[in-house]
């Protein structure tokens, strides 16, 4: 079985800080994992994938993760904050080698302070 | 089309009242997936279609929730009997091919709330 753990459910930054968020899983097997974004009223859009290959990835809108296995995390951070970057941020975890659910954690609501 | 549609996007039932909530995927997605999220949570998994076949239904939470997709394209969720704690939002995601990638389509998803 394989899970996430967000930690923090609500983040505030300030316009042009770094944002930082947190994510650790438990895995039995090399994990796939993922960070997708939730606008208001919106569907779940994937940031991006770590899938073995880099451990560090790079997303869309200039958010980066980090796989490190062995603190088991994959923490997502971007340099500067942005206004539209307001949003909720889900964790996702599958077991990488065939057919395996994405189990998704709680998620953390990003809010941005001009 | 060009994204994961889902209706009605809004439903609201009284208890015990039968529902059904409709998913079309991206055009020519093989795998197509339900999610529940309940207020405050992350999406917990229901369950999972490849083409027309039903392969893991084990997140469905009583024999109240039935899935479909009989062509292996549009896949229809069918509360029976609902009650209030079924209330919210039914996510359906699409995936190009099987869910080992994990990258998944979403819609906006389908809000119910049982009165």
């Known amino acids: 079985a394989q899970s996430v753990t967000q930690l923090g459910s609500h983040v505030s930054v300030s316009e042009g800080a770094l944002v930082l968020l947190r994510c650790n899983y438990s895995?039995?097997?090399?994990?796939?994992l993922f960070w997708y974004v939730q606008y208001p009223n919106q569907g779940l859009q994937l940031l991006l994938k770590y899938t073995s290959a880099a451990t560090l990835v790079k997303g869309i809108n200039g958010f980066e993760a980090e796989f490190k296995k062995s603190e088991t995390s994959f923490h997502l951070t971007k340099p500067s904050a942005h206004m539209s970057d307001a949003a909720e941020y889900f964790c996702?975890?599958?077991?990488?080698?065939?057919?395996?659910?994405?189990?998704f954690g709680i998620g953390t609501k990003l809010q941005v302070i001009p | 089309g060009a994204g994961v549609s889902q209706s009605p996007r809004y439903k609201v039932a009284k208890r015990g009242q039968d529902v059904a909530l409709r998913c079309d995927p991206i055009?020519?997605?093989?795998?197509l997936f339900w999610y529940q999220q309940a207020l405050g949570q992350g999406p917990e998994f229901l369950t999972y279609f490849q083409n027309e076949a039903q392969l893991d239904k084990s997140g469905l939470p009583s024999d109240r929730f039935f899935a479909e997709r009989p062509e292996g394209s549009v896949s229809t969720l069918k509360i029976q009997r609902t009650q209030q704690e079924d209330s919210a939002v039914y996510l359906c995601?699409?995936?190009?091919?099987?869910w080992g990638t994990g990258e998944l389509f979403f819609g906006e998803g389908s809000r119910l709330t049982v009165l």
């Open positions: 995601a699409s995936s190009l091919v099987g």
């Open positions: 055009s020519g997605h093989v795998s």
């Open positions: 996702a975890v599958s077991l990488s080698g065939g057919y395996q659910k994405v189990t």
């Open positions: 895995s039995s097997v090399p994990p796939y």
